[in-house]
């Protein structure tokens, strides 16, 4: 059902994404993406090639799982294998941001005015899907997907300025949401076993009775996904929003300071089970000692709190890419 899904939806999406493109050809005559920079300031008539705006805009967003683009992803997250969600799930959010920026500001950066003001209401849109529905969720792949769908509202708000310090700025928030959530599937597939998914909420009940290293690793990462300082992800949130406040969308900073404070209750419930819930017979069976997977799972999970740390090389780093 998942793959049926991706894959009809995807294949509508590519199909937006490529619509919007012959239009952009039409109404600019090419369609390297320098060229069409050069052009799509000098239209007269610009309303064919603002469809086709729309239709590039409709396209990357399901490519993030933006709402309301959205209803893909928390199938797949569910459906898919965890070693799979955990590519899934980290990598190709770099790719959609690349795919992204070069698009939007590579390519039609004259015309920001109009598609910033679309990225703002795709941001609104998935920062409440995404804290809302995830509250209701029991399976933790499930609660991570509709989280991903509210992190890619933050990152948008790096979008709507269509500065570079904003775009640097959301930048540094997919590498920061890439490495927490690679440490949040990846502590799901390192306590999965022949059997045993480890998939739901309550799979986690009494996790720092039997392990309290994996319990302080994934605490790590859900506080870092919450935003709470001074891990890596208040940090990233913290830069994104004063990105959106910098480019004069105080509504919208606003907006995402109450949708973050919501999400916060998810993110506690995964750590109140871990720390305060006594283990089920069926989950309180010797730990996997996969050592290969627990390193690589633990150094991210410490690294989340060294960048909190010493967060500012990186984000010059980024600052670097985009000339700021």
């Given at each position: 059902?998942a793959?049926m899904?991706y ?21 600019t005559?090419?369609?390297d ?13 610009k309303?064919l090639l603002l469809?086709?705006?729309?239709f ?11 709402a ?17 969600t955990?590519?899934i ?18 390519g039609?950066?004259?015309l920001s005015?109009?598609?910033t ?6 941001a609104v ?5 995404g804290?809302?529905l995830?509250i209701?969720q029991?399976?933790l ?14 990152m948008?708000?790096?979008?709507v ?6 775009y ?5 928030y997919?590498i920061?949401y890439?490495?927490?959530?690679t440490?949040?599937?990846g ?6 076993r022949k ?5 739901e909420i309550d ?6 009775q ?7 690793i994934?605490?790590?990462?859900m506080?870092?996904?919450?935003g ?10 913290l830069?994104v929003l004063?990105?959106?406040?910098d ?8 907006v995402a ?11 506690l419930?995964?750590?109140k089970?871990?720390y305060?819930?006594a ?6 069976l010797?730990l ?21 740390l010493?967060?500012?090389p990186?984000f010059?780093?980024c600052?670097?890419a985009?000339?700021?």
């Amino acid at each position: 059902e998942a793959g049926m899904k991706y894959i009809v939806l995807g294949s509508l999406a590519s199909g937006l994404l490529l619509y919007g493109m012959s239009l952009v050809y039409g109404a600019t005559g090419t369609l390297d993406l320098a060229g069409i920079h050069a052009a799509s300031g000098n239209v007269a008539d610009k309303t064919l090639l603002l469809t086709g705006v729309v239709f590039l805009v409709a396209g990357i967003a399901f490519k993030l799982g933006a709402a309301p683009f959205h209803m893909w992803l928390p199938d797949v997250y569910h459906g898919a294998p965890t070693a799979v969600t955990v590519f899934i799930g980290s990598a190709p959010k770099i790719a959609a941001f690349g795919l992204a920026y070069r698009l939007l500001e590579g390519g039609l950066g004259p015309l920001s005015g109009q598609w910033t003001l679309m990225l703002a209401i795709l941001a609104v849109a998935s920062l409440a899907v995404g804290n809302v529905l995830a509250i209701a969720q029991s399976n933790l792949k499930r609660m991570l997907a509709y989280s991903t769908i509210s992190h890619v509202g933050f990152m948008l708000l790096g979008f709507v300025g269509g500065t570079p310090a904003g775009y640097s700025a959301a930048m540094f928030y997919i590498i920061s949401y890439t490495m927490t959530a690679t440490v949040a599937f990846g502590m799901i597939a390192l306590l999965a076993r022949k059997g045993f998914e480890c998939e739901e909420i309550d799979d986690f009940k009494g996790l720092n009775q039997r392990s309290p290293w994996y319990a302080a690793i994934m605490g790590i990462a859900m506080f870092s996904l919450a935003g709470v300082p001074p891990l890596f992800g208040f940090f990233a949130k913290l830069l994104v929003l004063k990105a959106a406040i910098d480019a004069g969308f105080l509504w919208l900073a606003i907006v995402a300071i109450v949708f973050a404070i919501i999400g916060i209750y998810y993110y506690l419930r995964v750590v109140k089970v871990m720390y305060f819930d006594a283990a089920a017979e069926e989950t309180a069976l010797p730990l996997p000692s996969d050592v290969a997977l627990r390193w690589v799972i633990s150094i991210n999970g410490l690294a989340l709190i060294v960048l909190g740390l010493a967060w500012g090389p990186l984000f010059d780093w980024c600052n670097r890419a985009f000339g700021v």
